[in-house]
């Protein structure tokens, strides 16, 4: 079994920043893509950020520029720094890792359970 856990979330006023953090633990031979998705109230869970074990990463237009991905992969962490914080940011954030739990075993998508991120105006 893998568990990841996240923290960081919270109340910003708009224009304000955040840091959100994600760990992952337990049956973990080798991590492939983590990343971070958001769904707002009413709206489909969207990818934010993903950055690979090789640390490429990809955003969602509309936070080019203002947010940035990065992880650790010693201590299996991914990161989100968020600037410039907006209120259509509001939603809450999970954190997405696929995992291969064993050599020649496949990859599997893992979820965390998610932090509320509100920014108001």
């Known amino acids: 079994q893998v568990r990841l856990v996240e923290s960081g979330g919270g109340l910003v006023q708009a224009g304000g920043s955040l840091r959100l953090s994600c760990g992952a633990s337990?049956?973990?031979?080798?991590?492939?893509?983590m990343g971070w998705y958001r769904q707002a109230p009413g709206k489909q869970r969207e990818l934010v950020a993903s950055v690979t074990n090789g640390g490429s990463t990809n955003y969602t237009d509309s936070v080019k520029g203002r947010f940035t991905v990065s992880r650790d992969n010693a201590k299996n962490m991914v990161f989100l720094q968020m600037n410039s914080l907006k209120p259509e940011d509001t939603a809450v954030y999970y954190c997405?890792?696929?995992?291969?739990?064993?050599?020649?075993?496949?990859?599997?998508?893992?979820w965390g359970q998610g932090t509320q991120v509100t920014v108001s105006s």
């Open positions: 337990g049956s973990i031979f080798r991590l492939d893509a």
């Open positions: 997405n890792a696929e995992v291969q739990e064993r050599r020649w075993t496949v990859y599997r998508d893992y």
